[in-house]
T-cell receptor
Framework: AQKVTQAQTEISVVEKEDVTLDCVYE???????LFWYKQPPSGELVFLIRRNSFDEQNEISGRYSWNFQKSTSSFNFTITASQVVDSAVYFCALCIGNAGGTSYGKLTFGQGTILTVHP | DGGITQSPKYLFRKEGQNVTLSCEQN?????MYWYRQDPGQGLRLIYYSQIVNDFQKGDIAEGYSVSREKKESFPLTVTSAQKNPTAFYLC????????????FGPGTRLTVL
């Protein structure tokens, strides 16, 4: 079975601070995909990034960066110079990529981290 | 514009009534999904469909039913057998199952009175 743990339930920062959201996952499969989604107050989930298990390169997109480490089963997300518009719930998720398995195609979500950025 | 639509945004029903939530996508995606979100919790998978005329139970399928007669539509029925139906329901689709990113609709907030 797959599991995703986001240990930080809530984080509160002041604008312009950097903030890192932690994500730890568990799976026995060797082919899998990791995702981050943002859920603003409107409720709709917004896709941020997908990373497959064979690509450990870190990625940067503007103020967002992701650190994928298979050795520690972690996929952490950092927001640099946070802004009020970054306030949202952030979800980390895991999907198995091996066709034929019972979990194939199913996204397993963490509990989410509520990020509040104060002006 | 391509996307996923869910209707209605808010839905109220009396206890014991079945209710159907609509989900339509014009992204030409093969796979579609239904999730349930409760306050302070992550999303849990109810049902998913990898292709037309096929669907599988997710982690919390009891009390729910689905159909996938058309590629673009994946309606979810919340039956009276669902013990605690009040929740936020999100529909998603992906190009294919198995690792493609899933795109989500705006959600339907169901309240059972």
């Amino acid at each position: 079975a797959q599991k995703v743990t986001q240990a930080q339930t809530e984080i509160s920062v002041v604008e312009k601070e950097d903030v890192t959201l932690d994500c730890v996952y568990e799976t026995r499969d060797t082919t899998y995909y990791l995702f981050w989604y943002k859920q603003p107050p409107s409720g709709e989930l917004v896709f941020l990034i997908r990373r497959n298990s064979f690509d450990e390169q870190n990625e940067i997109s503007g103020r967002y960066s992701w650190n994928f480490q298979k050795s520690t089963s972690s996929f952490n997300f950092t927001i640099t110079a946070s802004q009020v518009v970054d306030s949202a719930v952030y979800f980390c998720a895991l999907c198995i990529g091996n066709a034929g398995g019972t979990s194939y195609g199913k996204l397993t979500f963490g509990q989410g981290t509520i990020l509040t950025v104060h002006p | 514009d391509g996307g996923i639509t869910q209707s209605p945004k808010y839905l109220f029903r009396k206890e014991g009534q079945n209710v159907t939530l609509s989900c339509e996508q014009n992204l030409n995606h093969d796979a579609m999904y239904w999730y349930r979100q409760d306050p302070g919790q992550g999303l849990r998978l109810i049902y998913y469909s990898q292709i037309v005329n096929d669907f599988q139970k997710g982690d919390i399928a009891e009390g729910y039913s689905v159909s996938r007669e058309k590629k673009e539509s994946f309606p979810l029925t919340v039956t009276s057998a669902q013990k605690n139906p009040t929740a936020f329901y999100l529909c998603a689709s992906s190009r294919q199952a198995g690792g493609d990113e899933q795109f989500f609709g705006p959600g339907t907030r169901l309240t059972v009175l």
